[in-house]
């Protein structure tokens, strides 16, 4: 199968909004092929079509922390600590809904993790309060949005 026909398989939709994969995905929810006996990711698959080689030691991240999405506008190239820092990983404990934001007695704890290290935010009246601290610190730090 030609790379253009895999991943033309896919159903795109408008360039602005995800292209979840519907196919099969591997065991972390990323869109998943067989070419040739190998299977592939597909958002690399994407990446490599549409936007070009991916430089060695480099990964690929999802701005739309959306790992069946393979529309390449949401794909970028970034190192580890850089897809370390973006990961939208919400733990179960979590309660807020937001990330780096955790409950503080009856106020809302914002934090930062930056090259090992924690940066406490303060505490804030709202949750979504504390996510624009916490957010406005990533962006300082120069996090990938």
């Known amino acids: 199968m030609a790379l253009r026909e895999l ?13 979840v994969w519907q ?9 998943a092929v067989k070419v040739g006996g ?3 990711a597909v958002h ?6 549409h936007v070009g080689t991916l430089e060695p030691g480099m990964q690929i991240d999802h ?4 790992r069946a999405c393979w ?11 850089q897809n370390m820092e973006h990961k939208a990983v919400r733990f179960k404990n ?19 993790k930056h090259n090992g290290r924690v940066i406490h935010l ?8 504390a996510s624009l601290v916490a957010e406005a610190k990533r962006e300082e730090l120069g996090f990938l949005k």
Request: charged fraction near 20%; include cysteine.
């Open 23 to 31: 196919h099969a995905k591997d065991r972390d929810g990323y869109g």
């Open 71 to 81: 529309n390449p506008d949401h794909l970028r190239q970034v190192t580890h600590r």
């Open 38 to 40: 190998k299977q592939w």
């Open 44 to 49: 690399r698959l994407s990446y490599s079509y």
């Open 122 to 129: 303060g505490t804030h009246a709202t949750a979504l309060q």
């Open 94 to 112: 979590n309660t807020s809904g937001y990330r780096g934001v955790y409950p503080s007695g009856t106020k809302w704890r914002a934090m930062v």
């Open 7 to 19: 991943v033309n398989a896919g159903e795109a939709g408008p360039k602005d909004q995800c292209w």
């Open 63 to 66: 701005s739309c922390s959306n």
